[in-house]
């Protein structure tokens, strides 16, 4: 078999890079180890600039969040944020994930599911992808799209040595439509709950059209090292009865179909090699602070598609032609990722204070929310942020100040 570019990997940065490329009129192949549809442990709530750039996802949208309440650790502080524009967009991974796939094959390029890729050749004049079934696949592109334990990028030396850095425990959860609205109105409040039960993360609540998808993630990378581990999914049972307490859940809502994921939160050094770009979580594309990856997934991929076409056109597939690929992203969004990066470590820190700063000021609030959430680019807001820091400090200086 033969194809211009190959993509391992069918979720949503490879499905975006093969439609790009397959409307392009390229011959493309998409290789992923399971069968489609698959579903895959996510919170699903996606940040509202996903369909800004990709109009098209909006028939994959399951519902939508018109607001957000988050509790402080200790639940003493409580920030409610409800407007008349949508707050998140919630979609089943199982659908939306198959609906991008199905795109990219009306668009031409050729799936196949239950193939594991175990190894990626690079030669002068073409790639070569071997199939754990024996079976060879030669190419002039390799794209890796297979996640945070890729192949791809194992195989092609481009990985570092991968930590878990993000741990999530999922459950999705059916509810009929009346018990939705009775929990979380016909807003479709969101629930976020920081460092829940005391973990280095938060715990969420997404209602849906038809069930309720409940998660807690600890981001290993904040976690002391003196404090004593406790199972997650103790954590999460606890959790789970702190929203039965907070009559954000029936009482006899089960703990069952528990999935479990782990995420990285940094990107890689270098995302492209000879012949060979890397896309989505196996880049290391998310965001630090909330671990959202499917903006950043489907961005790559939008990327990835036009730096090969060049490189295709130019008929240069080398990492000097294929590192304009890094310089865009970078420019794109890579530069927010690092910045979000330095406040990773913020998870295992003291955090009553910022929540307190939130129920006080809804200009910072709505801030703090657009940049940590990727709505809004932390880059361009910084100074806004950290002048709005300064004045919230300052006004709880004089307000507390005796008479």
Not at 246 to 262: C, H, I, M, S, Y
Not at 377 to 386: P, V
Request: proline share 4%; hydrophobic share 40%.
């Amino acid at each position: 078999m033969s194809y211009d570019v190959v993509v391992v990997g069918a979720g949503p940065a490879g499905s975006t890079v093969a439609k790009n490329l397959a409307e392009k009129g390229m011959r493309v192949l998409i290789l992923d180890k399971a069968t489609f549809p698959r579903d895959k442990p996510c919170g699903g709530g996606l940040p509202t600039r996903v369909m800004k750039r990709f109009p098209y996802i909006e028939p994959f949208i399951d519902s939508v969040s018109y607001g957000t309440t988050m509790y402080s650790s200790s639940l003493r502080y409580k920030f409610d944020l409800i407007r008349d524009k949508p707050f998140l967009l919630m979609v089943l991974r199982k659908d939306f994930d198959d609906n991008l796939l199905i795109l990219a094959r009306h668009a031409g390029a050729v799936f196949q599911g239950g193939k594991s890729v175990v190894d990626v050749l690079v030669q002068k004049d073409k790639a070569i992808v071997l199939l754990e079934d024996g079976q060879s696949v030669e190419t002039q592109m390799v794209i890796g799209c297979d996640g945070m334990h890729s192949v791809v990028a194992e195989k092609t030396k481009l990985c570092k040595k991968l930590e878990v850095l993000c741990v999530c425990l999922v459950q999705e959860q059916p509810l009929k439509p009346t018990q939705l609205t009775t929990f979380f109105t016909k807003k479709k409040l969101a629930y976020l709950f920081i460092k829940a039960q005391g973990i280095a993360g938060y715990g969420w609540v997404f209602p849906k059209k038809n069930c309720v998808n409940i998660g807690i993630g600890e981001f290993q990378s904040a976690v002391s090292k003196t404090r004593p581990k406790k199972p997650l999914k103790e954590t999460y049972e606890a959790f789970i009865a702190l929203l039965k307490e907070k009559k954000l859940l029936p009482g006899d809502f089960p703990v069952e179909n528990l999935r479990g994921a782990t995420l990285p939160i940094f990107p890689l050094e270098n995302t492209y090699g000879d012949r060979v770009l890397l896309c989505g979580d196996a880049a290391g594309f998310i965001n630090p602070i909330t671990g959202e990856g499917i903006y950043y997934a489907m961005a790559s991929g939008h990327i990835a598609a036009h730096v090969i076409a060049d490189a295709f056109r130019s008929k240069d597939f080398s990492h000097r032609f294929l590192s304009r690929y890094q310089d865009v992203w970078i420019s794109d969004f890579g530069k927010d990722l690092k910045s979000l990066g330095r406040f990773n470590n913020q998870w295992g820190m003291e955090s009553e204070k910022i929540l307190r700063m939130m129920t006080r000021d809804i200009k910072f609030a709505r801030l703090i929310i657009g940049v940590s959430g990727g709505q809004i680019s932390f880059t361009k807001y910084k100074n806004a942020l950290i002048l709005r820091y300064i004045y919230g400090v300052l006004m709880n200086l004089f307000s507390n100040k005796p008479k």
